[in-house]
């Protein structure tokens, strides 16, 4: 069974940049299956997709945020990973990363565990 | 961009019916998606494309879609069954995932 778990910092100051990373186990990103993606929850707040990465490094982001945001993968390591620049408050968030089949349509239908992230000086 | 519009809360008696709409312009053609939170967890999907269950989901949880409303419908509610849950489905003129507002519901 595949399983997602997220790291990077809990702490990040405004105008800087926050990085996550997504360890994926128990399946290969390679196989080009799936999209991966990212997701986010403000506290107390709804879910907001921010974009997916495929296998061979074609990204799709959400417009609000696509300024901002690059998403990368690391094949060999079975990882992939977002980045947010200049970070403001409103960026303090649970961050899930997730996966979903290549119909675009499809749910997301595994989810790491979150981790939250808070921008403060 | 396209808006999915969930009532913030619903109450149900344990061994009762709950009914989560999701209110969408033309939501029947698309595939919708229904995700259950509890605190402090990630998201759990119980229905998809309308209304699928993944593996492990009970069948007490199951879901429609017409018209510019999907419904995820809890029968024989049970107190585990008090959390969040979302609507998302795949918003095709924009290119993204886009989530409900979200609807708690509490088992009284």
């Known amino acids: 069974q595949v399983q997602l778990q997220e790291s990077g910092p809990g702490l990040v100051k405004p105008s800087q940049t926050l990085s996550l990373t997504c360890t994926v186990s128990?399946?290969?990103?390679?196989?080009?299956?799936?999209?991966w993606s990212w997701i986010r929850q403000p506290p107390g707040k709804g879910l907001e997709w921010i974009g997916y990465?495929?296998?061979?490094?074609?990204?799709y982001y959400n417009p609000s945020l696509k300024s901002r945001v690059t998403i990368s993968v690391d094949t060999s390591k079975n990882q992939f990973s977002l980045k947010l620049s200049s970070v403001t408050a409103a960026d303090t968030a649970v961050y899930y990363c997730?996966?979903?089949?290549?119909?675009?349509?499809?749910?997301?239908?595994?989810w790491g565990q979150g981790t939250l992230v808070t921008v403060s000086s | 961009s396209y808006v999915l519009t969930q009532p913030p809360s619903v109450s149900v008696a344990p061994g009762q019916t709950a009914r989560i709409t999701c209110g969408g312009n033309?939501?029947?053609?698309?595939?919708v998606h229904w995700y259950q939170q509890k605190p402090g967890q990630a998201p759990v999907l119980v229905v998809y494309?309308?209304?699928d269950r993944p593996s492990g989901i009970p069948e007490r949880f199951s879901g429609s879609n017409s018209g510019n409303t999907a419904t995820l419908t809890i029968s024989r509610v049970e107190a585990g069954d008090e959390a969040d849950y979302y609507c998302?489905?795949?918003?095709?003129?924009?290119?993204?995932?886009?989530f409900g507002t979200g609807t708690k519901v509490t088992v009284l």
């Open positions: 997730a996966r979903a089949t290549l119909v675009q349509s499809s749910p997301l239908d595994y």
């Open positions: 128990g399946g290969s990103i390679s196989s080009g299956d799936y999209y």
């Open positions: 990465i495929y296998y061979s490094g074609s990204t």
């Open positions: 033309n939501i029947g053609s698309k595939s």
């Open positions: 494309d309308d209304s």
């Open positions: 998302q489905v795949w918003d095709s003129s924009s290119d993204l995932y886009v």
